[in-house]
């Protein structure tokens, strides 16, 4: 018998260099399945798309953030007050609209049987180049 389907939220995590000229490079997914209370990350950054947008990024800088926003997501205790929430608030803290250099996406949503192997699909189709 096949799994359930259930339903999952995800947003696309971006990094906008220079913040007034809202261009961005996605490095990451974040998704959220509460039936399954499964709350996950992906990143990756390719420091040459980031220099692409701007030739002074600080990309260790950026590294730094994407880093402690995996630490919040996975509830990791050096996270801050954020990582110590329950999952669903955390994903909401983590999708809050900003307007910083780490940005995230509208909040998305599908279905899905396996939400690892979705994030894995999103991550594939959305960050990883073709």
Sequence with gaps: MAEPWDVYEYAVLRVVPRVER????????LLWCRSREHLAARTAI??????ALDPRADVEAVARHVAALQRVC????????A????RGPRFRWLTAPRSTVLQTSP???????DPAAELE????R???LP
């Design 83 to 86: 990582a110590a929430e329950a």
């Design 46 to 51: 390719d420091p040459a798309r980031v220099l």
């Design 121 to 124: 699909h999103l991550f594939a």
């Design 126 to 128: 959305l960050v990883e």
């Design 22 to 29: 809202a261009e961005f490079v996605n490095v990451g997914v």
């Design 107 to 113: 909040v998305h949503r599908g279905v899905t049987r």
């Design 74 to 81: 996975a509830g990791e205790a050096d996270g801050g007050p």
